[in-house]
């Protein structure tokens, strides 16, 4: 063989080893690089998810609220600002339980359950004969013929910590409650408020509303 297609071989050769250990080292940077851009999207991603979080959701900082009893149990998150009080005989209404919670620096102290603005949580029970569905239940106990929840209705359908139940108008007397209602192991679980103005707070606890497991 010549010496001229000896150098030629080696000339292709030699570029065919630094063309391709340029292009691998070339394909490696450019993985490495998708890596990095991957993971300071996946760390941008995630702050932004923790800032919606914190910005969005008042409900983070809330007290939690927990009643353990023999055959339920529950809990729900509240402003870290609000106070527990008893209620009267008149918003009891025959609960076997009832809390309810008010903002002090807002709400005035009053034994008068139309001027006191609260946010309650009311559990009533059923009688063990009592098969009736959760709707059959609210329309027996609340629409009277000739009365002012002649026309009751039970509302629309909701999720009340993971149990289907109905977002309810009950009230008399010119009052007006709204509540959140589900029943569970033969009782029936309010949280409602007696203030339009706490509308959207309720909502909110009702969205951290939990039932045990037992």
Request: proline share 2%; with cysteine.
């Amino acid at each position: 063989m010549s010496s001229f297609w000896k150098i030629f071989i080696t000339v292709i050769i030699t570029a065919a080893v630094i063309g391709g250990g340029g292009y691998y080292l070339m394909h490696k940077k450019s993985v490495d690089d998708k890596a990095k851009l991957q993971t300071q999207i996946d760390d941008l991603n995630k702050q932004i998810s923790d800032l919606k979080k914190t910005s969005t959701d008042e409900t983070v900082s809330w007290k939690t609220y927990t009643k353990t009893a023999s055959s339920y149990g529950f809990s729900f998150k509240y402003p870290d600002n609000w106070v527990s009080y008893s209620l009267s005989a008149d918003e009891v209404d025959g609960a076997t339980f009832t809390v309810a919670f008010k903002n002090p620096a807002v709400i005035p102290t009053s034994d008068d359950p139309y001027v006191i603005q609260n946010i309650y949580v009311r559990v009533t029970g059923k009688a063990d004969s009592d098969n009736s569905s959760l709707s059959s239940w609210l329309a027996n106990h609340y629409r009277s013929k000739g009365g002012e929840l002649e026309d009751y209705q039970v509302g629309d359908q909701i999720t009340l910590g993971g149990i289907s139940g109905y977002v309810s108008d009950i009230g008399c007397c010119g009052g007006m409650d709204k509540s959140y209602v589900a029943q569970k192991v033969g009782e029936i679980f309010f949280i409602g408020t007696n203030s339009t103005e706490k509308y959207s707070k309720l909502a909110q606890i009702a969205s951290t509303f939990k039932f045990a497991n037992y």
